[in-house]
């Protein structure tokens, strides 16, 4: 039986514009009909990819899965200056752990450098591409503007005068900047990027992986139709930016002699608040040593992200839920946590944990004795199980679960009132003990017998609970409290200096928290502090005994859906 072909109205669930698109070209009669759909991811590994990317693999490869395509994972390596095998490695990692997978379609852009250079020769042969002697600020002033054609000298050179000098560009004869290759389309064009760009420039640096070989290399919006050409890419999916690019990109797939046939279409990119997006920008942060790296938890990068506690499946349902279309628009930060602590609420251990903890004696309870109370995993999930905490007479609690004279509507510890201890017993306040400058330094209460598991014998109502850590088994913990990393809501503004926009209480460290023993191991995972938020041990810093934890998110959710 033949395979179905999906279009426009066959389409099932959330169907946004390329998908429309994609589902007329492989229709009967389509510019694709019979091929398979092919599309390609391709990152400059010049650095780590961030929450923006993310959207961008999203739609490459939930494409091609869509409707049982394939999908490449292409380096576009052909500016060698600022690549490294090191955010090659990372962007690979950052991939397979938001769950696509390339299979064997892994490529470079330097795989295709000789094919590239020969394409580049047809052109010149064809009187489509020139050497031009121009140096770039001499390229700016000519340019022309839109009453007013480009001009060079060097546009009606003798073909093979420029195939002798391009050939001299590849030996290494001349320095930087020296010569360009320039594509011969429309000086006049009020598309500016058709008005004869360079497609080659000259760069004397050492190549991640081809070395020396090469001295002069393509420029992207040469290299990147032929790239897509050569592994017989269907939709060439890309950022708005690129838009106006797109009578370029068609220009080169004309005129090269390949048989496959290309379509790029544009989606607009993710912008979101509180955020930078550029790499520039963000490796910036990095070697002025503003962010302890790449990955930290306060950047948008996948790594960092990741670091933080933030999931696949919140990133790739944001993703999702964001849409996709031409329109530029921001989005709230608050959305990518709603989705965080959507997934978390599902997912997450419940567990205790006192951040700033001061001493709870109660009184009346047998001293030596210790038991363990069975606690719910997740009350929402029983099938989760319940894990055994232990309890004895001292027991540790927040420091702000206890106020001397409290205001209104404060249900938590206070001189004659009762709470419930999470699990355990109620108890009730009967005062507290101060140093010398009238810091509370111990909470004194009595419990009821009767009340084992958090409910009296008698059925009086508790309006309080609190969460506790027994002291005796307790293990001490060092957790960060993360805020965003910017205070202006747009600090890539054209008013703004982004590095004056860091917000100087991103991070607050905390040191001498207690935690529940079992937390100890530094299990990887995501926890619910109770009361807290969600948090997850740091997979750097974090040591058996001596476990580093940093909040994922609050549990408060500030997102309002319009």
Known sequence: MAEEVKTPDTLEGNVNFIHAFVAEDIAPGGRFEGLTVHTRFPPEPNGYLHIGHAKAICIDFGTAERFGGLCNLRMD???????????????????RWLGFDWGDRFYYASDYFEQMYQFAIGLIRKGLAYVCELSPEQMKECRGDLTHP???????????????????MRAGEFPNGAMTLRARIDPA???????????????????HRTGDAWCIYPMYDYAHPIEDALEGITHSLCSLEFEDHRPLYDWVIRNIDTVAKPRQIEFSRLDMNYTVMSKRKLRLL?????????????MPTLCGLRRRGYTPASIRNFCERIGVSKAASIVQRDFLEHCLREDL????????????PVKLTIANYPE???????????PEYPEEGTRPVS?????????????????????????????RLKGAYVVRCTGCKKDESGRVTEVLAEYDPLSRGGNPADGRKIKGTIHWVDIKTAVDARIRLYDSLFTDMDPDGADNNFLECLNPNSLEVLDGCKVEQSLG??????????????????????????????????????????
């Not at 390596?77 to 991939?95: C, F, G, W």
């Not at 480009?150 to 001299?168: H, K």
């Not at 064009?189 to 190549?207: E, Q």
């Open 368 to 378: 030596g004795k210790e038991e363990f109370f069975e606690v719910e995993n997740h």
């Open 189 to 207: 064009s009020g598309n500016f990027n058709l008005r004869d760009p360079a497609i080659y420039r000259i760069n004397h640096t050492s190549h």
């Open 286 to 298: 990095v070697e002025k040593g503003l962010v302890s790296g790449w990955d930290d938890p306060r």
């Open 345 to 356: 609420n599902r997912t997450a251990r419940r567990v205790m944990a006192v951040l700033r």
């Open 391 to 419: 309890f004895s007479r001292e027991v540790w609690i927040e420091a702000d679960d206890f106020m001397e004279e409290p205001p209104k509507k404060y249900y938590r510890l206070f001189p004659g009132n009762e709470v």
């Open 77 to 95: 390596d052909t500016n060698p200056t600022k690549e490294d095998v090191e955010y090659v490695d990372a962007i690979r990692e950052d991939i």
């Open 150 to 168: 480009a001009v060079c000298p060097f546009r009606d050179r003798p073909v093979e005068e420029s195939l002798d000098l391009f050939a001299r």
């Open 521 to 562: 191991a530094c299990a990887a995972g995501s926890y619910q502090f109770m009361r807290q938020g969600y948090f997850c041990p740091d997979g750097k810093d974090s040591r058996p005994g001596a476990p580093v934890f940093n909040r994922s998110v609050s549990l408060k959710d500030s997102f309002k859906p319009e």
